[in-house]
């Protein structure tokens, strides 16, 4: 048996046990692909991050979710970051570069008079892709009518690192009743069988927000809900900007919130720019230490399960 520690963060917060928790492994580089597994399955978790040594930038990071690993996690990010500044790990750098299965992304950290500490991911170039299945049956999946999604919006697969389907929903109160059903999503999503689904809206409880959305995850993940998402608010920024606030100028900046409805409300800072033919995401947050635990690994169990 191995004793792995895990810390628990909270990202898009700065209350413990709100916004968004994810594992950090600190110990990454001592464990083989099948033990990260392991522990992000046990751990539980959306998802459980694991900083390794990286040949291409300062720093690698690999995603797990319970049930496989992912190419980019704006949360989990925020908390790893968090982690090894606090842990004093960085050192003194606070503009550095993180090699993910996304590609190599710049990572900022700014520190404030009152000792907040607020970290900037850059994230890829934002790609969309039609939705060409039934409208009926994706509403039904989420325990609503056809009626509730808005018609003159699209409902896109978007990404900027990680796959999602935005659907822009009208009204707020359409979120409160959402019961999805997870397992249904992948013959719906003929497209993309594996993405998750992230409803949105313009109404927003902060009058300070600027859009507010649910995250569903894919059956393949493990898990139901994802609390508050980096990943999906960088994408649905780029949507923002590319469907619905067209004509700003240089850049946008928006604030999403997100998780009130499972009591884990949380605030992702988003800004989108224009750069010649695309458009540039970064999202902004921060995150909380929540406690660390032990987590306990049996070579025969991991070795059954990867056979």
């Known amino acids: 048996m191995k004793s792995i520690t895990v810390y628990h963060y909270d990202a898009f917060s700065k209350e413990p046990n709100k916004g968004n928790p994810a594992g950090v492994v600190l110990s990454g580089d001592q464990l083989t692909d099948a033990e990260m597994q392991e522990i992000a399955f046990k751990v539980g978790f959306n998802e459980t991050a694991f900083p390794v040594a990286s040949e291409a930038a300062d720093l690698k990071i690999r995603f797990f979710t319970p049930g496989h690993e992912m190419n980019l996690c704006g949360h989990a990010t925020m908390a790893t970051v968090y982690a090894l500044q606090t842990k004093g790990l960085l050192g003194d750098k606070t503009d550095f570069t993180i090699e993910t299965r996304a590609g190599i992304l710049p990572i900022t950290i700014k520190s404030t008079a009152e000792n907040d500490i607020w970290i900037t991911m850059k994230q890829a170039s934002p790609t969309f892709k039609e939705f060409t299945g039934s409208i009926a049956d994706l509403a039904g999946s989420l325990g609503l009518n056809k009626s509730d ?41 003929k497209e993309m069988p594996k993405a998750s689904v992230h409803p949105f809206c313009l109404e927003t409880h902060d009058s300070h927000a600027d859009m507010h959305a649910r995250h569903f995850s894919s059956p393949y993940s493990g898990t139901i809900e994802d609390p508050v998402t980096g990943t999906a608010s960088g994408v649905m920024g780029a949507y923002y900007a590319k469907y619905i606030h067209t004509h700003f100028k240089d850049s946008l900046n928006l604030v999403v919130e997100q998780g009130h409805e499972i009591g884990k409300n949380g605030r992702v800072i988003v800004r989108v720019s224009k750069n010649s033919d695309c458009l540039d995401v970064e999202i902004t947050g921060n995150a909380v230490y929540v406690k ?16």
């Open 149 to 189: 999604i808005h018609d003159q919006l699209p409902i896109l697969y978007g990404s900027t690192g990680t796959w999602t389907l935005l659907i822009p929903i009208k009204q707020l109160g359409a979120f409160k009743k959402m019961k999805p059903n997870n397992k249904t999503f992948p013959s719906i999503l």
């Open 292 to 307: 660390d635990f032990e987590v306990l690994l049996d070579h025969d169990e991991i070795v059954k399960n990867n056979t």
